[in-house]
């Protein structure tokens, strides 16, 4: 079967539909580790069979420009979502050995699934500005983190929360906090097949100094 661009943009979309659902599913209570893995199964598919259509469609097509920066970008996300995947297995874990839901958990689980949504449809629409917003709202992820952490880790020290249960609730929080960064590299892929530029290590967009109109100009610029 000849593999185009448009094949593998539809192939990272169904696996991003596949890695919301287990994101979704890894903090309900009627939903069971054993659900989770068989969600990672169908996941782990995606990614090598996408994998496998990148390589083949790179060593047959030899593509250039765009098409060489959606087959490189869907090589990326590919990844990250694999690994979203594998953090939504952690959370379940980590869960199941909860007493009681926590509301900041909770906060924190909705900011990054927005986020995971977010750099989706930014995929979709390449959109650069919603993949920018994505990056910046990663810092509001990294913040109520930290507050979790701390507000756990003080109540350990007080024993107003068992040592398991509070560590627990972190073990969540920092897989969460993962899917945040994984996200945002995901939205980092979205510019770099937008424009072609590089803003892994760029402080200006991640801290929303809005110096992004810059260096989308100067990726566009450089296609030229």
Known sequence: MEISSADLREMILKMATS???IVENSAK???SLQDIFQNENEVNKFHTDIDDHVFKYIALKTPAATDLRIALSVM???SELERIADQAVNIKR??????????QLASLS????AMLKNSIDAFVKLDSKLATDVIQHDQEVNDLYREIMRDFI???KADSVDFDEGFAVIRVAKCLERIGDQTTNIAE???FLESGADIRHNADVKFGRRKEDKILLKGQQEDK
């Open 110 to 113: 909705d900011e990054v699934k």
């Open 154 to 156: 003080k109540r350990m």
């Open 19 to 21: 890695v919301e659902s």
């Open 189 to 191: 892929d979205v510019i």
């Open 94 to 103: 980590s869960m199941n050995k909860l007493s009681k839901p926590y509301k």
């Open 76 to 78: 990326k996300i590919n």
């Open 29 to 31: 209570e009627n939903v």
